[in-house]
């Protein structure tokens, strides 16, 4: 089986979507899956900056690793190139599929889709509230990677 490839999505690929290559990228390990993993945002707006430390420092905490990443804009060539692109909020999926070859549409979800027990079907964007958010986000995004990891293996 060729090595699947999974691009997260968020806004600004700075809270959510690198916690979500974090925590896949370690429970994948965990689980041997081998799998390609990388996040980016639709918008331009944090281009270079590494993941934002309240993310972090709530990622670490629970033993994840940041390091290397910096964040990125989605760009028309990632939807050949990735089999999996998954999606934090619905807005990401509706920036995603005005870019998206028709082609790709299909490979366009929201990531807790894989989290079926979740009470949302959206991880909610933790910029601007409090502290908690991070930790919530953390909890959804836990769930979902198990349900891709499982999914995967099948
Ligand atoms: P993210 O969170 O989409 O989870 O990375 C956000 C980061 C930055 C902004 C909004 C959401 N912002 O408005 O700059």
Redesign the pocket.
């Known amino acids: 089986m060729q090595t699947p490839k999974v691009l997260f999505i ?8 690198p916690t979500a290559e974090a925590v896949f990228k370690a429970r994948a390990a965990a689980a041997a899956l081998d799998v390609h993993v990388e996040s980016a ?1 639709t918008s331009g ?2 281009v270079g900056e590494p993941p934002d430390p309240r993310s972090v420092e709530a990622g670490q905490a629970r033993g994840y690793s940041f390091a290397g990443q910096a964040s990125r804009k989605v760009i028309r060539a990632d939807f050949g190139l990735f089999d999996h692109i998954l999606a ?1 909020d619905m807005k990401n999926v509706a920036a995603l599929k005005e870019i998206c070859p028709e082609s790709y549409l299909a490979r366009i979800k929201l990531f807790l889709d894989y989290a079926p027990h979740a009470k949302t079907r959206e991880v909610p ?1 933790p ?1 601007y509230g409090g502290g908690d958010g991070f930790a919530r986000v953390l909890d959804l995004i836990e769930q979902a990677s198990d349900g891709l990891i499982a999914a995967l293996k099948q």
Do not use: E, Q, V
Not at 10 to 17: T, Y
């Open positions: 968020c806004l600004g690929n700075i809270c959510r979507s945002g707006w944090h934090m964007d910029y």
